[in-house]
């Protein structure tokens, strides 16, 4: 069967052998899913969804019922006050933008507490110099380190009491480093203590990578405000773009009127006929997600097999979708990425080279075979050319999609190291 692929006898072997010790960890991400299946389906019913909410607006987009409707679900489903949901935001970059914005007036502190938060937010912070940065309209940044991968609580609280700190950010997954991501157990450790000091502390999460991945959100553990991308779990691959921000609901009204503008915030907004596919998508993403969390528990096991550091290992509790391997080897990251390019069903004939990417300051190597354009929650796998050369792989839509892109990146790095 595997021969229309051109998969070796040797790589199947491997695999398979490595899928048998992986059943346990199967069987609890089933759980998850079917957890997570049986909220959203309850908010499905809860709210009414009916072939109306198909329907698509334009212009200004007032009384847009689908689009509406989309938002009483997400906010069911985050465990929110809350929630905005559009496709105005181009990635949850963007939406951590207008959160930002929001949020954060000249002179106030915005403290980064898992280190430096994600590339792509260098220039919005003002980390690298832009003149349209939070830094240019007199916003302070600070960023407290994590310490044996988890939060500096004695940093923290002499900063806090020290200083009149305004958000604080916290990103649960890893981006491109080589920590761990953080747990919401972690989380909420870390806010409990915030609020004990200073209860006015808007604590915003950085939730991209990590919805479904288990049964709660950082907003159950009282996050005021998360944020995340429509192109990663919740929009199941079928959402085509946008992004959400949940929490608060003073808050979600702020980020409402810094997205549109003043005075007319969520009531404006068209939806342009995507209702349907945002609603397919938070429908499927439970499942989609698990098939993510089942590909990189395979990939975790291979890899390790193989010899290479990996993280998390494969029976490791996770908290997101991302799986690093760390190749200490510039060759091997590119020539893995390649094979998980040449197992996509898109682009399966393009070949992966390291480029400099917008928002990066490392050239990086990305394969994304993918329906939507720059989607992680299908099959993809990225990073940039430095050492110690880690590939983060994430997403699959379904398991064996993600077992055969696998197959054929393994191939490539055995055939390396030939």
């Known amino acids: 069967m595997y021969n229309k692929l051109g998969i070796s006898k040797e790589t199947i072997s ?66 929110a006050e809350d929630a905005l949901v559009r496709s105005q935001f181009i990635s949850g970059s963007h939406a951590l933008t207008v959160c930002f914005f929001a949020l954060l007036r000249p002179q106030d502190i915005l403290l980064s507490i898992t280190g430096k938060p994600y590339d792509t937010l260098d220039e919005v912070i003002g980390i690298k110099e832009n003149k349209s940065s939070l830094k240019s309209f007199g916003v302070k940044y600070a960023q407290i380190d994590l310490v044996n991968d988890d939060f500096d609580y004695k940093r923290i609280e002499e900063y806090i009491k020290k200083n009149k700190v305004k958000v604080i950010e916290i990103q649960r997954s890893k981006g491109y480093s080589t920590r ?18 200073d209860k006015e502390i808007i604590i915003m999460v950085d939730n991209c990578y990590c919805e479904f991945v288990t049964k709660k959100e950082p907003t159950s553990y009282n996050a005021d405000v998360i944020v995340g991308s429509l192109i990663k779990n919740l929009g199941g691959g079928i959402a085509p773009n946008g992004a959400y921000i949940a929490g ?26 995507i209702n349907k ?105 990225d990073g940039p050319i430095r050492e110690p050369y880690i590939a983060y792989m994430q997403g699959s839509l379904t ?20």
């Open 14 to 79: 491997l695999v398979e052998k490595c899928e048998k010790s992986c059943q346990e960890e199967f069987n609890k991400i089933d759980e998850i899913c079917e957890y997570n299946s049986l909220k959203v389906l309850a908010s499905f019913q809860k709210n009414q969804v009916t072939e109306s909410c198909f329907n698509s607006t334009t212009g200004y987009g007032y009384n847009d019922l689908g689009r509406d409707t989309i938002e009483l679900i997400f906010k069911d489903v985050l465990e």
């Open 180 to 197: 761990k991501s953080i747990s919401n157990e972690k989380v909420e450790k870390v806010i409990n203590l915030i609020k004990s000091i």
């Open 248 to 273: 608060r609901h003073d808050l979600i009204e702020l980020c409402a009127e810094r997205l549109t503008l003043p005075g007319e915030g969520r009531e404006v907004g068209p939806s342009l006929g």
């Open 277 to 381: 596919q945002i609603l397919q998508g938070i429908y499927m993403a439970p499942s989609v997600v698990a098939a993510s969390l089942k590909t990189a528990v395979l990939t975790s096991k291979v890899l390790e097999e193989l010899g290479y550091e990996v993280e998390p290992k494969y029976n490791d509790k996770r908290v997101d979708i991302v799986q690093n391997i760390t190749f200490k080897d510039s060759n091997k990251l590119i020539e893995f990425t390649r094979g998980i390019q040449e197992g996509s069903a898109i682009d399966s004939n393009a070949r992966v080279e390291a480029w400099d990417m917008p928002g990066y300051s490392d050239k990086v190597v990305m394969a994304s075979g993918s329906f939507t354009q720059g989607s992680s929650i299908e099959l993809s796998c």
């Open 399 to 418: 398991y064996p999609y993600g077992k055969l892109g696998l197959m054929k990146a393994v191939q490539k790095i055995m055939k390396e190291g030939d």
